[in-house]
């Protein structure tokens, strides 16, 4: 999954395709990269961004997903946003990127809406909001309490009439939780995998540069660490990665697919 990013401020991308043209560039350039999905988002949710009035982000993203709509790609819209989402599913998009994980009624009555058929979903899990979410996440058992969040709402989802075969659960790496609790949700992935479609975001993250010494450098410095996470995920069974270098990492899985299916053959 390429992440587009239309905003001024988003951590790594942040301000590189906020004209038509330069958004519809990337978007090729992934495709022809080889991302099999394109997620696009109009907000930035990087630990301490100001939420984004949603007539702002639809105005960001709409115009987008029009211009995408024969790219022959998924369309993933990353937004938590009911109207932003309401509006998109007018354009035509594929699949409902939410970060605030179906909690909001709003989200989970769009999915209720014919229009919404069929359509991917992913809920990920935050704690808090992006405005204070790294002050001081805390929690008895991480991987209890995310794991349990993730289950529940894929069984309200499945209530909802969503397939379960459509719905993907992200344990929200970075979203209000430290190092350690990062840490502890990527060892048990498997698990997670083991039984539910998982996506993991971790592409150039503050998790990356910590485990690289690279916490100070800029976000696209991070590549090493990123493609390192990126394999490790789909060796504990991940179906979607979430990445801003897709040309690197398709290389890096295409390359992990072949060797891997070597050393246990
Ligand atoms: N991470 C970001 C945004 N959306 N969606 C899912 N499902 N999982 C993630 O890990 C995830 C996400 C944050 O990354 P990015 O979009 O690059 O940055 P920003 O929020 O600053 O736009």
Known sequence: MGILNITPDSFSDGGRHIHLAQALDAAHRMKADGADILDIGGESTRPGAAPVDPSEELQRVGPVLEALQDIGLPLSLDSRRPSVVDAALDIGIDLINDVGGFKDPEMQALLRDPRARGLGVCVMHMQGEPQQMQKSPSYESVVEEVHGFLQ?????LEGLGVAPESILLDPGFGFGKTL????ALFDSLDLLCGQHRVLVGVSRKRMIGQLSAREDAPAHERLGGSLAAAVLAAQAGASV????????????LRVWRVLNAAIVS
């Open 241 to 252: 990665i979430r990445v801003h270098d897709v040309r690197e990492t398709v290389d890096a």
């Open 180 to 183: 350690d609790h990062n840490l």
């Open 152 to 156: 529940k709402q894929q069984q309200l």
